[in-house]
């Protein structure tokens, strides 16, 4: 397990460049989600939210299985189920994301995960 971590870890600092090609800022939150899942394991953070912290793994382990919806055989149309269903995950779990990078430290920007900006006051 630890050499599968390593490769993990490996992957998400140096993309090959078919993964560079994924939609824009899905490895840092790839990052993100690591970084978090390292410190809740080694115990040094403990989420607000367990939800969150399921809806991210789940999402996690639907990525990694074996089984797909679309076959990832089929190239990029292959991965778009995957990327779908870690995008819907990381808009789930936005509010602890957000949390844990105060924790550590780290600009929720840089992730995606800036607040959005409130709405312009109108004038007529």
């Known amino acids: 397990m630890p050499a599968r971590a390593g490769r993990v870890a490996h992957f998400l600092d140096r993309p090959p460049w078919w993964a560079r090609a994924a939609p824009k ?20 953070y403990s989420p607000a939210s367990w939800r ?7 999402a ?3 990525v990694l299985a074996p089984f797909d919806l679309i076959p990832d055989v089929l190239g990029p149309i292959g991965w778009a189920d995957d990327v779908l269903v870690l995008a819907v995950a990381f ?5 602890e994301l957000r949390r844990y990078c105060e924790w550590k430290g780290l600009s929720p920007a840089h992730f995606g995960l800036a607040e959005p900006s409130p709405p312009a006051p109108r004038t007529s």
């Open 60 to 62: 996690a382990a639907y």
């Open 25 to 44: 800022g899905l490895f840092s939150r790839l990052r993100l989600f690591w970084l978090l899942a390292t410190d809740f394991v080694s115990g040094r």
């Open 52 to 58: 969150a912290l399921a809806t991210l793994a789940a």
């Open 91 to 95: 808009n789930l779990a936005r509010r």
